[in-house]
Structure formats: C-alpha cells, structure tokens
C-alpha cells in the first residue's frame, strides 16, 4: 500500500511538472501572438509612411523643380523607393537587423526565407508585432531615405545613375547606420543615444549624402546666375501637406504599438511643426521680405525634421523649442550658407533634412530632460546625454559621408552620373524619359 502510495504521487508529481512545463509553454505561445490592435496600427503606418513618397515627397520635389523637370523628379522618386523595397527584401532587412537583431547580417534570411507568417518582432513593452508588419515599416523608412537624397541632385542626374547608386548606398551607407541606431547590439543603440523615428538614420543620414553627391555632380547649367525658381507652389503645398499627414506614421508609428508614447509623438509632431512653419514665415518678415508659401512649407518640413528623433522623447513644449530652433537654423542655412559656399543642393536636402536633423538629434538630448516636460527620469545627466547625441551625429556624419563618396564615384566611373548639356537644357522629362508634363 505505501509503495503503491508513492507510486501514486511520484505519478502525480510528474504530471503535475509537465503541466507546469505546458502550461509555461501555452503562456510563452500565447504572449508571442501578435496584439491585433497594434498590428493594425503599424499597418497604418506603413501606408502613412508610403504617403509620404508617393505621392507626397514627389509632388513637394516635383513643384520645386523648374517644369522642364517635374516628371523626371517624380519618377525619380517612386522609382528609387521602388528598387529601395525589393533590396529590403532581399537583403537590406537581413542587413539592418540580423537574428535577434545583434548580427549585422545573416545570410540564412536573404530574401526573407527565415521569415513566416509566425514570426514574431518586439516591441518596447511585453507585446509583439507580426515580423512581416515591422520589415514592411522598416523598409518604407529605408525607401524615403534614399528618395531624400534627390533633393541635392535635382534637374542633372541620369535616370540610370539613380538607379545604380541606390543599391551601392543602401548596402554601405543606409544599413549599417541603421543597424548602429536601431538593431540591438549597434554601437549607437548600445551607447543609448535617442533617435525616435530617424532624425540620424533618416535625415542627417539622406541631408549629408545628398550634399556630398551633389557636389560630385557639380552645379546645374546656370547656377546661380540663372533664377530658378519652383514652377508650381501650389503642388509643392500639396506635397507638404501630404508630408505632414503622413509623418504621424513615421513618427507615431515608430512607437510601434497603438500606446501613449505614439500618442505623445503625435502631438509632438502638430505642434512642432506649426512653431517650425510660422517661424519661418516670422524670419522672411523679419530679414525685409513677405511670408512665403515657400518659406511656410519649408518651415512645415524643417519642424518634422527637427521633431522626429524627438517625437517620443521630449514633451510638447521642448518639441515647440526644437520646431523654432530648426527653422531658424535652417533659414539661416539655405538663405546664407549655402550662397556663401556655392554649393547646388538644389530642393536644399542638406539645407533642410540634414540641417534639421542635426538640431533635432542633439536638441534631443535636451528636451528629453523632466525640466522641459520630456519623458526622462533625470537619471542621465544633461552634459552626458547632449554628448552621446552629439557622438552619434557625428558618426553619422562621417559614415554618410564618406559611403556617400565611395557609391557616387564607383557610379560616376562606371556610367557616369550627369546628363550631358543639350539634355539638360531641354530638360529631364524628355530627353531621360520621352515624356512631358505639360503640353
């Protein structure tokens, strides 16, 4: 009787631990489900961030251009976002972030052959998304990129330089700084630098490569000397609206979950961007001229600039400061320091992106403070902080510049990246692609 007792609760111990061992397996299963609510919201996301590019990035660049040049400039973004996706696919996800996100690249997920339906992406709390919806986000982020570049070049650069560039600079510029900033085990990421939703990874990163590829391009026939002035404000107007309303993908997206942080980004990214946008029509009346339609959508895009490695980090009167802050310094750099230097960024992507994102990463560093209502808990000093923001500026700045110099000039020996004189007097449209945009 007494053996068959311990028997008995030998038997009951063991399956009272291999019920304890299933029920921790059905609790880890279960929290590896992806929470549907956010799921929807990264997919909304990801089309607000698809916005941005087609068809808002391409008609802002587009109105700019002279209108010898609009369709060209179009093109030139959606197809470079294009190619930019299919590169994610095939090997700029497993690039960026690498098995659980610390390897730099993993072969065994080219063409995302490692990647089901099940697959599983963390976010910052204890829920996850489907891995499908973040490589699908990620790789808009990674198609806007390279279509900012294009602002610097506008109105000289061959279609099919575009087109070789792009996979050379995603490889050895776009995926390692995003890997650094974002992937777990990335130098920046792991020095605790703050960047929200890619004020390094997207703008200092695209403003600096733009800047260093338009002067391997060299300046446009006439310039300065010539006016070249947008041909359409109105679709530029367009263009930024389109901008601003999907940049709450871009920025409160970059939560990625449906929680208060992507509330708080939100808000930050309205009322940033209106400070940015009225100061810069403020300055143009200020220095003895009227307040622009131009000045008020450059303003609109130098506050999202400046608020998006913030977006998450700072409260909604530190994200006013940067918007002011930015917009002045951008102002300042497009009126004054691009003609003092003589350099032809032609959509000012340097002046703008790249200016404003320097503000925004390191103004970051401040405005994350309690003292300024940011979301920090005081625990890193102010020095400490505005120093690892600056370092990761400054990296930026560095790998930008010289992958940037390294992918133009493979190009430009192998194919060349200008048009030739007589096609850029007649303009892109018709002499890169056969077609006009007005008759």
Request: aromatic letters at 12%; one cysteine or more; glycine letters at 14%.
């Amino acid at each position: 009787m007494i053996r068959t007792l311990s028997g008995l609760a030998a038997t009951g111990a063991a399956l009272f631990a291999s019920s304890a061992a299933f029920a921790q397996e059905a609790a880890e299963a279960a929290a590896a489900v992806p929470n549907p609510g956010n799921n929807a919201w990264m997919m909304t996301s990801t089309l607000l961030v698809l916005l941005m590019i087609l068809p808002g990035l391409a008609l802002f660049y587009g109105g700019l251009t002279r209108s010898k040049n609009m369709l060209s400039t179009m093109t030139q973004v959606g197809a470079t976002a294009a190619l930019a996706m299919l590169v994610w696919v095939m090997w700029g996800y497993s690039t960026a972030f690498g098995p659980e996100g610390n390897a730099f690249f993993s072969w065994g997920n080219a063409f995302l052959m490692a990647s089901t339906y099940e697959s599983t992406a963390a976010t910052f709390s204890d829920e996850v998304i489907s891995e499908f919806v973040f490589i699908s986000f990620q790789m808009t982020f990674a198609a806007i990129t390279a279509a900012l570049i294009l602002g610097a070049t506008a109105e000289r650069m061959k279609f099919t330089a575009v087109m070789a560039f792009v996979p050379i600079w995603l490889t050895i510029v776009y995926f390692p700084i995003a890997h650094m900033v974002w992937a777990g085990g990335g130098l920046l990421f792991e020095d605790g630098a703050l960047d929200f939703a890619g004020g390094t990874v997207v703008h200092i990163n695209a403003g600096v490569s733009g800047l260093v590829l338009a002067y391997l391009l060299g300046k446009r026939r006439g310039y300065p000397a010539e006016p070249m002035p947008p041909h359409s404000m109105t679709l530029t107007l367009v263009g930024a609206g389109l901008l601003w309303v999907g940049w709450f993908g871009f920025n409160a997206g970059s939560a990625l979950e449906a929680d208060a942080f992507a509330g708080l980004a939100m808000l930050n990214t309205f009322v940033a961007t209106a400070a940015a946008a009225l100061t810069w029509m403020v300055i143009e009346r200020m220095m003895g001229h009227k307040g622009s339609a131009l000045g008020f959508a450059s303003g609109i895009i130098a506050g999202l600039v400046a608020v998006t490695p913030a977006a998450g980090n700072s409260g909604p009167f530190g994200a006013i400061l940067l918007g002011i802050a930015s917009s002045a310094v951008c102002y300042f750099f497009v009126a004054k320091i691009k003609a003092r230097f003589g350099y032809d960024d032609s959509l000012d992507a340097f002046g703008i992106h790249g200016v404003g994102g320097i503000v925004g990463a390191i103004g970051t560093g401040l405005v994350y403070q309690p003292f300024l209502g940011g979301p920090g808990d005081g625990s890193t000093a102010v020095g400490e902080q505005l120093w690892t923001q600056t370092f990761g500026v400054l990296v930026t700045i560095g790998w930008a510049g010289v992958g940037t110099l390294i992918a133009g000039l493979i190009v430009k020996l192998l194919i060349g990246l200008r048009v030739d004189e007589e096609s850029e007097v007649d303009g892109l449209d018709i002499s890169e692609h056969g077609e006009r945009a007005y008759n």
